[in-house]
């Protein structure tokens, strides 16, 4: 009988962040499967975590992936939580890689079988000036991608009020040189508020962008039933939540219009197919948050090959930019980026590869998010 032996923790530091990557052991020295923490800076508290679950995951059957993610997550009295859920993430997707290379197929095939052929990526692309957003994005079309998700650079301190103006005047000189083809969205990181996140919208002529990522926090759902009542423009949310149930009032009520879930922090692929399915009642497309590395894209082309409602995938390392998540050192087998799209793999399980060796040599230094102050001192959101 295939057993878990022992659950092993490797946070490190690779190139400017930090992951938490999970090996999954069992007594077949052949079957293991890795999985990834999506809580940025917090990959200490995830590790504890998966200590307690430890303490009774090993001796149990790793391929009882719905009934152990029942345990973990329904196994004490304070259920949920990012911290929970994300450690609940990282054993879920390496559970999947060990099922897939126990059966000599990949992921897909256990979450119903593949419906497409590859996977089409979204540019995450970050921009300080009009100038360099403009070249970048340019580059980025004549590289076959379609759509880009921009984000402005802010590292010590944020001005809500002059940031959307100069933000704005960016976006109309983008859309202006690029054309009507491309896809433009923009992630504002939850920094504006209500009446803020409107006034950016007004001062941009109609078509402009073609959505906004979470404006505004997303605690309230309340408060984006009203601010959808204000403007006219799709929302994409949905990265931070950590369960189906913080999913729910806004598939329901069909606050966003793309599902920005996150496989490594809403629970593992057990999680993110049920929310898939609650998108798809509402007819809301996946737009899978993939800020981390290989095994992050990895489960985010498993889940997306599943799905129907698929509309892009996050992509932070581009012929533009790169972010060095990807590290060929640390992950010698990942998927490999063709364009602007990913291929379906083809490898039993996840297909990734992590070198253990490199991360013990190299360790893990601890990461702060940047704080953000507005001008008279007041903190702001990153």
């Known amino acids: 009988m295939l057993e878990i032996k022992d659950i092993l923790t490797y946070p490190v530091t690779i190139e400017y962040g930090n992951q938490l990557v999970v090996k999954v052991v069992t007594n077949d020295d052949k079957i293991y499967g890795w999985g990834a ?3 940025s800076t917090r990959e200490l508290a995830v590790a504890g975590v998966i200590n307690h679950f430890k303490s009774f995951l090993i001796g149990r059957d790793p391929r009882q992936i719905e009934a152990l993610w029942q345990e973990m997550y329904r196994g004490q009295y304070f259920e949920g939580g990012r911290v929970l859920t994300a450690a609940i993430s990282a ?3 390496a559970l999947h890689d060990i099922k897939g290379r126990w059966l000599g197929v990949p992921v897909y095939e256990l979450l119903g079988g593949k ?9 995450s692309l970050r921009f300080s000036s009009p100038d ?9 079309k004549k590289e076959g991608f379609q759509c880009i998700r921009l984000y402005n650079d802010a590292v010590d301190q944020f001005n809500p009020r002059s940031s959307i103006a100069e933000v704005a005047k960016s976006l109309i000189a983008l859309r202006k040189a690029t054309g009507t083809t491309m896809v433009i969205g923009l992630d504002y990181h939850h920094r504006l508020s209500l009446p803020e996140t409107v006034s950016f919208l007004q001062k ?13 926090r997303d605690e309230n759902p309340s408060v984006y039933q009203e601010l959808r009542k204000m403007v006219n423009m799709p929302f994409a949310i949905g990265e ?5 149930w913080q999913f729910w ?21 057990t999680e993110a197919k049920k929310v898939a399915a609650m998108a798809e009642t509402s007819y809301i497309d996946l737009m899978p948050h993939n800020p981390l590395g290989p095994i992050c894209t990895a489960a985010s082309i ?3 090959a599943s799905c129907p409602n698929v509309a892009w995938l996050e992509e932070i390392n581009t012929p533009v930019e790169w972010c060095g998540t990807n590290s060929k050192d640390f992950y010698p087998i990942q998927p490999e980026l063709k364009g602007p799209a990913y291929d379906i793999p083809e490898l039993p399980g996840l297909g990734v590869e992590f070198n253990e060796a490199l991360a013990i040599e190299k360790g893990f230094e601890l990461k702060e998010a940047p704080r953000l102050h507005r001008n008279d001192g007041s903190l702001n959101n990153w």
């Open 37 to 39: 923490s999506g809580l």
């Open 91 to 93: 054993i879920d997707i």
């Open 115 to 123: 419906q497409r052929t590859y996977v089409e990526c979204f540019a």
């Open 132 to 140: 360099e957003l403009i070249k970048k994005a340019q580059n980025l």
């Open 204 to 216: 941009m002529p109609e078509g402009t962008i073609d959505f906004i990522e979470e404006p505004i």
């Open 240 to 244: 931070e939540f950590s369960s189906k």
């Open 249 to 269: 009032p806004y598939l329901k009520d069909n606050i966003t219009q793309f599902a920005r879930v996150d496989v490594c922090n809403v629970g593992g692929l």
């Open 302 to 304: 498993h889940l997306l």
